[in-house]
């Protein structure tokens, strides 16, 4: 009925890069630094977390502020979240005190002003490098379900629940039910996804915030978090933190 994930390969092409700041000095100095020494890629400059959302455009590489005027850069973080799940995030501020609230949303790095060049590139860099793997991981994993002769991106994937023999895929596009086993589904799936109750797997790059019992996942959808597995669960989910969006203060 199902098959592993196949690896179809890809090309990672130029990187779609979005700075969010009202100081157009700083947007300026950004633009100016990745074209420096990445003059392929894409780069489009927004001046308000509003304008940034609204425009509804996939970004690999995110720069934002956090002290703008109407919405903040966390807010627009945290929203665009829901939009991007794995987009790399950077925030650049004056101001210190948001670095727990920057992990919450799995920030990359925290840059503080006023910019150094040198720092700057260094991360730049690195955010780059994380941004393809994130990309080509994205494109190539999938998952082959041979009841529908369908592939689906795992990257797609928000969660699945159990139905006795059978289980509900939910996706970013459309939910649909095959027959198949949660353990299979799960050994398949790979560190990207965790058991977090016998009858729900998830992929914790959709997560927006959990508690005791629940799972609340990008979009508002909510599944049981097994007490019994709480502990283990956030020890997991830190460490998936920690590795797919490195904070560095």
Not at 125 to 146: D, H, N, T
Not at 182 to 196: I, V
């Amino acid at each position: 009925m199902l098959s592993g994930a196949s690896k179809i390969p890809n090309e990672v092409k130029r990187l779609r890069i979005a700075v969010v700041d009202d100081e157009t000095v700083i947007c300026e100095q950004i633009k100016a630094w990745i074209r420096k020494s990445r003059p392929d890629h894409e780069i489009t400059v927004y001046t308000s977390g509003q304008s940034f959302l609204a425009a509804g455009v996939s970004f690999d590489l995110v720069y934002l502020d956090i002290r703008m005027e109407g919405m903040s850069g966390m807010e627009a973080a945290r929203a665009y979240r829901g939009m991007q799940p794995d987009a790399v995030l950077i925030f650049v501020t004056g101001a210190k005190e948001y670095a727990l609230e920057a992990f919450d949303v799995s920030a990359f790095h925290y840059l503080i002003k006023p910019l150094e060049e040198a720092k700057f590139s260094r991360v730049l860099q690195e955010a780059l490098e994380e941004a393809k793997r994130r990309r080509s991981s994205r494109q190539q994993e999938r998952l082959f379900i041979r009841t529908r002769n369908k592939t689906v991106p795992q990257g797609d994937i928000l969660y699945i629940e159990s139905r006795g023999k059978k289980v509900d895929i939910h996706t970013l596009k459309e939910t649909f039910t095959i027959y198949g086993s949660m353990n299979r589904l799960e050994a398949q799936l790979g560190e990207s996804f965790y058991r977090c109750h016998r009858g729900y797997l998830v992929n914790m790059a959709f997560i927006s915030e959990y508690d005791a019992d629940s799972i609340t996942l990008a979009g508002g959808a909510r599944v049981y978090l097994a007490r019994k597995k709480h502990g283990e669960f956030v020890k997991t989910y830190m460490w998936y933190l920690q590795n797919g969006g490195v904070l560095s203060v």
